[in-house]
C-alpha cells in the first residue's frame, strides 16, 4: 500500500494560505498537477498512491473528475483570498496512477476546467502519463484536440523478463505504435525508463536504451530503482525471493545511459533526465526544482505555494467525502522557514544542469567546493563562474556531493 502522509501542522478546513504565501507570487510561475490515482494493476515496486479497483470499492472511477473539478474550484478562491498575483497556469501535468484509464472525456474535462477557472499561458506545457496499453490512436488524436502537448510513456523497459519482475502488463513491442499515434497526433513524446531492476544485466539495459532511442522521443527520463519499504517488492528480497539492486550496477547502466544518449544528441539537464533541445526539458518538472509554485490536485498530491507546502488525504473515499461537504482535502501542511528553503533550494538545484550559484551556499558550503572540484564532481570552469555543475561522477554521487555542500 502506498506510504503514510508526512507528519506535520493540521491544514484549515477551509485551505486558507498565510499571508506569507503570496510574497513575491507575481515572480514565480503557477502549475497544476492533477493526479489520477487508479490502476489496472498495482506493480510490485510502487509506493505511490494509486489503488486497483479491488483496494477501493464504492469509489466509482467515473466521479473522479468532477472531484477533480471542485477541488480546482476551491484552489482559485484560496489563491485569490491570500491576495496571490492572478496568474496564467504554465504548465500542466497529469500523473498517477495510470491517468488514461480515465475516458479522454474526463481529462479533457478537467483541462478544461484549469484553463476556464486561471487560463493557460501561450504555449503551456500540458502532458499525462499513460502506460503503453492503456492508449489507442483516437484517443491520443483527442486529447491533443483537448490541448495536451505532450504525452509520458511509462516504457520502463524493452526486455520482457525485466517487465516481468516489475509487473509491468505491457508488450515493450507496443512501444513503437504509440510513439507513432503520439507524434501523429502532433504531441511530444517522453519515454520513462528504470534501470536496476533485478536480474537485469548491462545487455538488457542497453537494448531497453536502444528501443527508446529508436523511437527518437523528445525527451527521456532514467530513474534508478529504489525498493520502497512496505512494497511487494521490499518483501520479495526480504524473503530472499529476489536479489537486492546492486548499486555498481546500477552505476555503470546510469553511465551506460548518459553515453549513448549523449551520443544520440540528448543533453542532460537534470541527473535523471535528457531531451533534444532546451524546448523539449519538462517545464513542469523544473517548476519543482526552482521553486514555483503549483497546486497538486487529487487523493494525496502535494502543493507548494510561496514556501508553504500542502498534502491531500490520501484515500479515494475521504478525498471525495471532503469535497462533498464544501471541505479542504488537505490532511496537512508546513511553512517552510527562510534557512529551509535555501537548503531545499541547495538540494534541488544542484540536479540540474543549470546548477546552484555559489552565492546560495553558507561559508561551509563554499569551503568545500574546491575539494569537490579536486574530487572531480563538480565543474571547474563554471564553478570559478559562480555556479555549480556536477560532472557525470558527480551525478552519481549528487548525495555526497549535497552532504559535503550542508553542514
Known amino acids: 500500500m502506498p506510504s503514510a502522509l508526512p507528519i506535520a501542522d493540521p491544514a484549515p478546513a477551509d485551505g486558507a494560505l498565510p499571508a506569507s504565501a503570496a510574497e513575491g507570487s507575481a515572480t514565480r510561475d503557477l502549475g497544476v498537477y492533477l493526479h489520477v490515482p487508479f490502476c489496472r494493476v498495482r506493480c510490485g515496486y510502487c509506493d505511490f498512491n494509486t489503488y486497483t479497483a479491488s483496494e477501493i470499492r464504492g469509489v ?18 484560496v489563491l485569490r483570498d491570500s491576495g496571490a498575483a492572478a496568474r496564467l497556469v504554465s504548465t500542466v501535468f497529469v500523473g498517477g496512477g495510470t491517468p488514461t484509464l480515465l475516458p479522454t472525456s474526463d481529462l479533457a474535462r478537467m ?28 484517443g491520443l488524436a483527442e486529447l491533443a484536440e483537448a490541448g495536451f502537448t505532450r504525452v509520458s510513456f511509462g516504457m520502463q523497459s524493452a526486455v520482457p523478463h525485466v517487465l516481468r519482475t516489475l509487473e509491468r502488463t505491457h508488450d515493450p513491442a507496443r512501444i513503437p505504435d504509440v510513439v507513432r499515434w503520439a507524434r501523429s497526433a502532433g504531441l511530444q513524446v517522453s519515454l520513462d525508463l ?19 532511442l529508436a523511437q527518437e522521443p523528445d525527451h527521456l527520463s532514467a530513474y534508478a530503482l529504489i525498493v520502497e519499504p512496505g512494497t511487494k517488492l ?39 533526465n535528457w531531451a533534444r533541445d532546451d524546448s523539449r526539458r519538462s517545464r513542469h518538472n523544473l517548476a519543482y526544482w526552482t521553486g514555483q ?11 507548494h505555494v510561496g514556501g508553504v507546502r500542502w498534502w491531500n488525504v490520501k484515500h479515494p473515499a475521504a478525498y471525495a467525502a471532503r469535497l462533498a461537504e464544501g ?38 558550503g563554499r569551503e568545500a567546493v574546491a575539494g569537490l572540484i579536486a574530487d572531480g564532481l563538480i565543474e571547474g570552469r563554471n564553478a570559478i563562474a559562480g555556479r555549480l555543475v556536477l560532472t557525470r561522477r558527480g551525478r552519481l554521487l549528487a548525495d555526497a556531493v549535497v552532504r559535503r555542500l550542508l553542514p
Open 293 to 303: 509554485d503549483w497546486w497538486g490536485v487529487g487523493p494525496g498530491a502535494h502543493s
Open 234 to 272: 521490499a518483501r520479495q528480497i526480504a524473503r530472499g525471493e529476489v536479489a537486492e539492486p546492486d548499486d555498481e550496477v546500477q552505476a555503470d547502466q546510469y553511465e551506460l545511459a548518459d553515453e549513448l544518449l549523449s551520443a544520440a544528441g540528448f543533453d542532460w539537464y537534470e541527473v535523471s
Open 111 to 138: 483541462l478544461s476546467a484549469v484553463r476556464d477557472t486561471w487560463g493557460l499561458a501561450p504555449g503551456a506545457e500540458v502532458t499525462t502519463e499513460a502506460n503503453p496499453d492503456s492508449v489507442t490512436e483516437a
Open 327 to 364: 471541505v479542504s482535502p488537505a490532511a496537512g501542511r508546513e511553512t517552510l522557514d527562510a534557512e529551509t528553503r535555501r537548503v531545499e533550494d541547495v538540494l534541488l538545484r544542484i540536479r540540474i544542469i543549470d546548477g546552484l550559484p555559489v552565492d546560495a551556499l553558507d561559508t561551509f
Open 194 to 212: 528504470i534501470y536496476g531492476t533485478p536480474g537485469e544485466s548491462l545487455d538488457d539495459w542497453h537494448r531497453s536504451l536502444e528501443l527508446a
Open 60 to 77: 466509482r472511477q467515473s466521479d473522479y473528475a468532477d472531484e477533480a473539478i471542485a477541488e480546482i474550484d476551491l484552489a482559485a478562491r
